[in-house]
Nanobody, 117 residues
């Protein structure tokens, strides 16, 4: 069982930055892919960025050039750096880890991001 805790959300101004952290109760380095998803009110949850066990990152077009995903040195943490924030980026952001061998999936409780216009 993997437990995830997201943090770093809050209120940012348009054009501002936030850095989200996802801290795992266990090692999520070599066997887990990690994704950051977001869900705005009335909308479906969508993937914004992911990082594979081999370090390959994928950033969705909607945030490409503004968001980046990275792993911490401790193998337990994944970050989502969000720059040039827009009001449309406001949502609850969730961290998800997926075990590439067992297929197990785990989600955090989410962290709220609000962007003022």
């Amino acid at each position: 069982q993997v437990q995830l805790v997201e943090s770093g959300g809050g209120l940012a101004q348009r054009g501002g930055s936030l850095r989200l952290s996802c801290v795992s109760s266990g090692n999520i380095g070599s066997t887990y892919g990690v994704g950051w998803h977001r869900q705005a009110p009335g909308k479906r949850r969508e993937l914004v960025a992911s990082i594979r066990p081999n370090g390959v990152t994928i950033v969705e077009n909607s945030v490409k050039g503004r968001f980046s995903i990275s792993r911490g040195n401790d193998e337990n943490t994944v970050f989502l750096q969000m720059d040039s924030l827009k009001p449309d980026d406001a949502a609850v952001y969730y961290c998800n880890v997926h075990n590439i061998y067992t297929g197990d999936d785990y989600w955090g409780q989410g962290t709220q991001v609000t962007v003022s216009s």
